[in-house]
C-alpha cells in the first residue's frame, strides 16, 4: 500500500513558474514509478510526465516536454514536478500517481495509487 499526497499547486500568471511536490508513505517508495497526470474540467485525465524507480530516466509528454521537469528524491520518498513556461492551458487538477511496471507508463490504467490531487490555475 501506497499513500500520496500532493502539495504545491496554487495560482500563477502564465510565464510563470510551481513547484508541485508529491509525498509517498510507506518504505517501499524506490520500488514503484511514478508518474503525473492532470485533469482539466470537462476533460479526460492525461499524462503528463513519469520518472523511473532510480530516477535516471524520465518520459513525457508533448505538451509539456521542455517546460516540465519530472524528478524524485528515494531518500524523502517525494516526487516533483517543476512546471515552467506555465500556459493557461496548463490549468488543472494535477495528479501523481504509482507504477509496479513501466508498461502502460502513460496510461491511467497503468498505475497502481493516485493521489487526491492538487489544483494548478494560470491566469492569462
Known amino acids: 500500500q501506497v499513500q500520496l499526497v500532493e502539495s504545491g499547486g496554487g495560482l500563477v500568471q502564465a510565464g510563470g513558474s510551481l513547484r508541485l511536490s508529491c509525498a509517498a508513505s510507506?518504505?517501499?517508495?524506490?520500488?514503484?514509478?511514478m508518474g503525473w497526470f492532470r485533469q482539466a474540467p470537462g476533460k479526460e485525465r492525461e499524462f503528463v510526465g513519469a520518472v523511473r524507480w532510480s530516477g535516471d530516466y524520465t518520459y513525457y509528454a508533448d505538451s509539456v516536454k521542455g517546460r516540465f521537469t519530472i524528478s524524485r528524491d528515494n531518500a524523502k520518498n517525494t516526487v516533483y514536478l517543476q512546471m515552467n513556461s506555465l500556459k493557461p492551458d496548463d490549468t488543472a487538477v494535477y495528479y501523481c500517481?504509482?507504477?509496479?511496471?513501466?508498461?502502460?507508463?502513460?496510461?491511467?490504467?497503468?498505475?497502481?495509487?493516485w493521489g487526491q490531487g492538487t489544483q494548478v490555475t494560470v491566469s492569462s
Open positions: 500517481a504509482a507504477a509496479t511496471t513501466w508498461a502502460g507508463i502513460s496510461t491511467v490504467s497503468g498505475y497502481d495509487y
Open positions: 510507506g518504505r517501499t517508495f524506490s520500488s514503484y514509478a
